[in-house]
């Protein structure tokens, strides 16, 4: 990666060789050019939809494994009785009390408010529909989320003593997960050490990692901006959209 202001050149220098590498090649080389290398400027169609099938792809892959459970936040009861008769037995209530039905009324509608309070705590107490898979995968993601984030410097420590690695090994190979995170500027904060030359050698062409973390931050808001259509106001002419979520339960 390099930058000329707000211009971010990418250069290919190698392929992967773990199991996201066909994503991986999809995405660098829609950015690439034959020489090798591409800008990520502006809006880019070709990117756009690269990154989009990349996506997919990667959510289907989740999926099929079993990591990926997009039903696993909801309970496996919905309980659905309890609003319902909830629902009915304070509406009853309140139609009985319009006519004068006062004895019938004082007991509906504490039955019926009894009945969504219940509806309420069962929902939130019945059990997710989590399989083992996502269940353990989320658990793993939530521990290493923690360890990137909580102190960097006795996760540094931690990773040292239990992995054998040097310092820079560390830094690169947990660096991706700390992206994700979004925890890239507090992991980098935890090597302030690492040399030019370090980093170089694992292919990070910066003067320290925090500089390096911040241009990773300008790659993704450079993807962003390179995979939003842009779209046009009304009160402003054109003005680039924001990058859409995904919503639901991973």
């Keep these: 990666l390099g930058q000329d202001g707000k211009k971010l050149t990418v250069t290919k220098l190698a392929s992967g060789n773990d199991p996201i590498r066909p994503w991986e090649e999809a995405l660098v080389d829609s950015i690439v050019s034959d020489s090798g290398s591409g800008v990520i400027d502006d809006y880019d169609s070709t990117l756009a939809t690269t990154w989009t099938e990349a996506y997919k792809g990667l959510l289907e892959e989740a999926r099929k494994s079993g990591r990926r459970n997009a039903e696993g936040g909801k309970p496996d009861q919905k309980w659905n009785f309890l609003a319902f008769t909830g629902i009915s037995m304070f509406g009853l209530g309140v139609l009985l009390g ?68 040097p310092d820079i090994a560390i830094f690169a190979t947990m660096l991706p997960y700390a992206v994700i995170f979004d925890l890239n500027e507090a992991w980098s904060q935890g090597f302030p050490d690492l040399t030019p030359e370090e980093l170089r050698r694992y292919g990070f062409f910066a003067e320290n990692a925090y500089i390096w973390s911040y241009l990773v931050s300008d790659f993704g808001r450079g993807i962003r901006t390179a995979t939003t259509p842009p779209s046009r106001s009304s009160s402003s002419g054109f003005s680039g959209g924001g990058a859409g979520g995904g919503g639901g339960s991973w």
Excluded at 131 to 150: C, D, H, I, M, P
């Design 98 to 165: 319009v006519f004068g039905s006062a004895n019938i009324t004082a007991v509906l509608i504490p039955a019926g408010l009894g009945c969504l309070i219940g509806f309420g705590l069962a929902r939130l107490i019945t059990p997710r529909t989590e399989t083992v898979q996502s269940a353990q995968f989320l658990a793993k993601v939530e521990g290493l989320k923690k360890v990137l984030g909580t102190d960097t410097s006795e996760s540094r420590r931690e990773f040292a003593h239990k992995l054998g690695l």
